[in-house]
């Protein structure tokens, strides 16, 4: 029963915040994030100015994380996690890096 539910843990993927400190992890995907908070603006703004910069602020978000490393096929290591879960401190291509719980909210592993 033990090994069944350990394949399955292995095989779903997760948000970077429930991860377990020091253990190594693949990236999925980063993308959700990117097009919900879209969407989300879309249709909550009512002007055309404030979309396009939303879009422009989201875009420049997800071309700094690939900078940093933070892409699908990855692997990342979750170092630590501040006291409110407020801010984690990361481990990706040899580099610690403090990222938001928001950021990492939307972060998928497996």
């Known amino acids: 029963m033990a090994k069944c539910e350990f394949l399955n843990l292995q095989t779903t993927k997760f948000s970077l915040l429930q991860a377990e400190i020091n253990r190594e992890y693949e990236i ?59 801010t984690l401190l990361i481990k990706i291509k040899g580099y610690a890096l403090l990222i938001s719980s928001e950021i990492a909210n939307q972060i998928l592993i497996k």
């Open 28 to 86: 999925v995907d980063i993308d959700e994030y990117f097009e919900k908070s879209n969407k989300k603006n879309l249709d909550c703004s009512e002007n055309l100015e404030n979309n396009s910069k939303n879009l422009s602020y989201n875009l420049k978000i997800f071309r700094r994380l690939a900078e940093l490393g933070i892409i699908k096929g990855e692997k990342i290591t979750l170092l630590k996690k501040s006291f409110l879960n407020k």
